[in-house]
């Protein structure tokens, strides 16, 4: 990537030896900000780079860098050091402080079971496990955590994985291997708008892709009429079909009932069909509609070949650990997978299954709401700042920049929100906040639609100014 445009001295007002006013230094800002959407829509223009999430975020640093405002909200992860300060007992009570008490009893914790293990009658901690699944008592946890929501599975149907998408990327090429096995097809069936990381897994494995529109009415979930139109007549194929109940991008929770009907017709249609069912934000939406989408999962006619994927990283805010679990109740995938497992990963590390334990064990599910409420404290500011730009904008005659009407929360992590004109880059030269199009999860241009997510920074708290 070639060198960021380098900031003007005389925008940045820093050469006259004097203070900035606060209407200059905004003037400033957006003045680098704008330099920079220039030098990178060119690059796009030419195919330097790609519109991508890391792309744009490294944009924001060198914009930042360059003394221009930045509110970096592209990456969909979380920092713990943009709380610490302003909510340090909720970085303790996530262990995530290091001189924090509840870090000190987890270390304890991972202590006392290190010397346990030492004894020559205990599971060895050290050597390879031969399932290679991972640690009994952690996936234990992990059952017991779906069982939470009506979702019964036991240890025997876990098997861990060293964040979700290396699970799931496995799966892919477990499935895949099935079909070739059995002297049949695997495709993947993708809705639109929806996560689309696993979309460019299977794309890398080779597996053909097939999109299916998701419709905002029913919570992004697609219909089945809808899966109808797209797979045509029955076949025996491995489809492939992934789904996100509660849905990123757009903050949004599947329709119960269409999620339903929607499982029933794609079984008919493809009868050894898989469904991935990710609940990465289970935890952080509305504990009834949470069950609510469990049942439906449980009493469908896919509940047998379902794979759940459920991952520790945005529950307990801890992205790094690495650390998530597929679970089912189809006796040959935990088979294959287990096969799969012990040809790719031999084991999993122990040190992470240590610490993911004794995080089940010691960050409660009061805390991780805590966390949950300080995503959505988030999400008021920015729905703050960008009802204040709206207002400044009619005041002088101009159109909204965001449409604010109808905005979905459900999830508190991110928000999904409609250009009125203009496009991302012209959103974050008016305003600093930085997030990413649309497009990039599947939607059509034509909807201008934007991802912003809250996890990594602080929202400068909104003051209206007289």
Not at 122 to 129: D, F, G, H, N
Not at 357 to 371: P, Q
Not at 401 to 414: A, F, N, S, T
Request: hydrophobic share 40%; aromatic share 8%; proline share 6%.
């Amino acid at each position: 990537m070639p060198p960021a445009p380098e900031a003007d001295p005389a925008l940045t007002g820093r050469t006259a030896g004097m203070p900035e006013s606060a209407e200059v230094h905004m003037k400033n800002s957006a003045a680098i900000r704008s330099g920079f959407v220039s030098k990178y829509r060119e690059m796009l223009g030419s195919g330097e780079i790609k519109n991508g999430i890391r792309a744009l975020a490294i944009m924001a640093r060198e914009c930042c860098a360059a003394g221009g405002e930045v509110i970096n909200l592209t990456i969909g992860d979380v920092d713990w050091r943009s709380f610490k300060d302003l909510n340090p007992s909720l970085a303790d009570k996530l262990g995530l402080d290091p001189e924090g008490h509840t870090r000190q009893e987890m270390d304890s914790f991972i202590r006392d079971l290190r010397i346990t293990h030492a004894s020559p009658e205990e599971e060895s901690l050290w050597s390879y496990q031969p399932e290679a699944i991972g640690y009994l008592p952690l996936r234990e946890e992990f059952a017991g955590f779906l069982s939470g929501f009506g979702l019964m599975y036991t240890s025997a149907d876990t098997v861990l994985s060293s964040g979700s998408l290396p699970g799931l990327d496995s799966l892919l090429g477990t499935i895949a291997h099935m079909a070739n096995s059995d002297g049949t097809k695997t495709d993947f069936l993708f809705p639109v708008p929806a996560f689309s990381v696993i979309r460019a897994q299977a794309k890398r494995r080779g597996i053909s892709i097939t999109e299916i529109p998701a419709d905002s009415g029913r919570g992004y979930c697609p219909s089945a009429q809808d899966v109808r139109n797209t797979l045509g007549p029955v076949k025996q194929d491995y489809t492939v079909f992934y789904l996100t109940p509660m849905n990123n991008p757009t903050s949004t929770v599947y329709d119960p009932e269409t999620l339903s009907e929607t499982l029933t017709a794609f079984h008919k249609l493809r009868p050894n069909g898989y469904v991935i069912i990710d609940l990465a934000y289970i935890e952080m939406i509305d504990s009834g509609k949470a069950r609510e989408i469990a049942s439906v999962i449980r009493e469908s006619p896919l509940s047998d070949k379902a794979v759940i994927s459920v991952s520790m990283s945005k529950l307990f805010g801890d992205p790094r650990l690495r650390m998530a679990a597929l679970l089912t109740k189809d006796r040959r995938t935990v088979k294959e997978l287990t096969s799969q497992w012990q040809t790719v990963f031999a084991s999993l590390p122990g040190n992470s299954e240590l610490e993911a334990l004794a995080k089940w064990k010691y960050v409660s599910a009061e805390t991780r709401r805590l966390l949950y409420s300080e995503f959505r404290r988030r999400q008021d500011e920015v729905l703050r700042m960008l009802k204040s730009v709206n207002e400044k904008r009619i005041s002088s005659g101009a159109q909204p920049l965001i449409d604010l009407d109808g905005v979905c929360r459900e999830i508190p992590m991110y928000l999904y929100l409609r250009l009125t004109g203009g496009d991302m880059f012209d959103l974050f030269s008016e305003t600093g906040i930085l997030g990413v199009p649309g497009e990039i999860f599947g939607d059509t241009p034509d909807h201008n639609m934007v991802r912003i997510a809250v996890g990594m920074i602080e929202i400068p708290s909104f003051r209206k100014k007289s």
